[in-house]
């Protein structure tokens, strides 16, 4: 009895899990579409002062929001990797096509 307990527990658990994502997973993609945005934005970038760049950033995350927002899919496949995840985040909502040389 004990042991059917566990099992249950287990399977439970693993009910639970699925789907969650850790969080430093989520910031370490945030990051690689971060730095991929500032090397895409590099130039305008450049051109803007030092006190504007922040709401740059947040601009441009707040993309990703209002497409999940407006029900577009950000995935069209589930991703297999961080470096997955973020490509297809970069396509999906910035048009942006994520070679791993540029990162």
């Known amino acids: 009895e004990e042991n059917e307990d566990d099992e249950k527990k287990k399977k439970k658990k693993k ?6 994502v850790k969080t430093m997973t989520v910031n370490n993609v945030f990051l690689i579409v971060a730095r991929k945005l500032c090397i895409h934005c590099a130039s305008e970038i450049r051109q803007k002062e030092m006190a504007t760049i922040p709401a ?26 961080k470096l997955d995840a973020a490509a297809q985040i970069l396509h999906q909502v910035y048009d942006i096509e994520l070679q791993e040389t540029t990162l």
């Open 56 to 81: 740059l950033a947040i601009m441009k995350m707040k993309d990703i929001f209002e497409c999940i927002l407006n029900g577009n899919k950000i995935f069209l496949t589930e991703p297999i990797s």
């Open 15 to 20: 009910k639970q899990k699925k789907g969650q």
